[in-house]
């Protein structure tokens, strides 16, 4: 796929990693339609975040496509006394990156470049939180781009969708780095979920992996693929 201008351009190559084994996907059932107005919505990816960042003991990035909804799920997660070190990737942010990568269980607050640019091999990320899916944000190419196509069903299954499935995959790929790397990705986007609009298509552009909706499942997992000492 090609877009005006500096757009993304999709190529694909099989990936070298064993994500059926090395991965698991959790896809949320407990969050309600985007929307960063809505004071439920922001509730309830705060608690399903805190909820998963328990799960994984930390080691854990929370990967939003907007600061202000990052913003206001870091101040409710921020007072809740979490057990683990909490930082912020801010723009131009250097030194909380380095901190969560050398930090035991931390958890890291990202948006922007995280989702494309940036490696974090090992159990330091072991938990990918994405909390939305990344469709890209109105501009006046896209406007323009509208107007090429018949209708916006068609502006949408030819163009918006398959852009924002690369920017998931390029996010997805930020959690397995190496051969060797094991680990969970949460999507709580609701459009992904069981009967969601977009979930067929988020499936078949993700590795193979197992899927569940049971945090049970992830407590599992990571106990059979991580060292005793990941735990402590």
Known sequence: MERLGNRLSETSKPSPFNHR??????????????????????????NETERLIRASHGHAAVLFTSYKAMDMVWEQLSKRGLP???????????????????????????????????????????????????????????????????DMFEYKSKLVVPEMLIKLKQGFGRLIRKEDDTGVVAILDSRAANGGAYRARVLS??????????????????????????FK
């Open 84 to 150: 683990f070190p909490l930082y912020r990737l801010d723009k131009g942010g250097v030194r909380e990156l380095e901190r969560f990568k050398n930090g035991n269980g931390s958890v890291l607050f990202a948006a922007g470049a995280l989702w494309e640019g940036i490696d974090i091999p090992g159990d330091a990320l072991s938990m990918l939180i994405i909390v939305k899916l990344p469709f890209q944000v109105p501009d006046p190419i896209g406007e323009y781009e509208q107007t090429l196509y018949k």
């Open 21 to 46: 084994e090395n991965a698991l996907l959790y896809i949320s059932e407990n969050v309600p339609f985007p929307d960063q107005k809505s004071r439920e919505y922001i509730d309830a990816v705060t």
């Open 205 to 230: 552009a993700l590795p193979d992996c197992r899927i569940t909706q049971n945090i049970s499942d992830i407590d599992q997992f990571l106990i059979h693929k991580k060292p005793a000492d990941y």
